[in-house]
Structure formats: structure tokens, C-alpha cells
């Protein structure tokens, strides 16, 4: 079993150890489980819902505060739709 790195706050942000190599990892991961419920005949709301319900309850858990869960909840979404509006314009 994988050890699990413990997030430690400093300033606005999370001071993690090859935190870009684990984001990409991570959102390869994902990807990668949500094709393989595609696959298996699972209902895509529900299981979009069931692993957001986790992605979310988890980050609001380690976050120090409201503010900070929002705030990065926020930034989530916001770069989430720069990637669908810079994929539709190069798809056109």
C-alpha cells in the first residue's frame, strides 16, 4: 500500500513534493477510473457523483478552513472550463 503524504498548510497553498508530477498522476488516475466505469456500464451521473461526493468531502476535510475549500474548489472549476473552451476552439 501506497504511503499517503500529509498536507501541511503554508500561506495559501499546500507545500508538497513534486506536486506537479502528483497532479498530473493523479488527474491521469482518475481519468483512467472514470473510463474504466464507462466501460463497465456504470451510470455516468452516479458514478461522477459518487467520486466527486469523495474528491470534495476529502479536500474539505483537510482544508484549514471554508475559505480556503472554496477558494480551491473555485480555482478547480475555473481551470476545468479553460481546458473545455481551449479544447472547442481547437477542434474548430
Not at 502528483?22 to 452516479?46: H, I, K, P, V
Not at 476535510?61 to 481547437?90: H, K, Q, R, V, Y
Request: overall charge negative; charged content about 25%; hydrophobic content about 40%.
Amino acid at each position: 500500500m501506497k504511503e499517503r503524504l500529509k498536507f501541511k498548510p503554508l500561506g495559501k497553498g499546500y507545500n508538497v513534493d513534486k506536486s506537479k508530477d502528483d497532479f498530473e498522476s493523479a488527474a491521469d488516475e482518475m481519468e483512467d477510473l472514470l473510463d474504466r466505469f464507462e466501460q463497465a456500464g456504470y451510470n455516468s451521473g452516479a458514478a461522477l457523483g459518487g467520486a466527486m461526493q469523495v474528491i470534495i468531502f476529502r479536500m474539505a476535510n483537510g482544508a484549514p478552513n471554508a475559505a480556503t475549500a472554496l477558494g480551491f474548489m473555485g480555482s478547480c472549476m475555473s481551470t476545468a472550463a479553460i481546458m473545455i473552451t481551449e479544447a472547442d476552439e481547437t477542434e474548430h
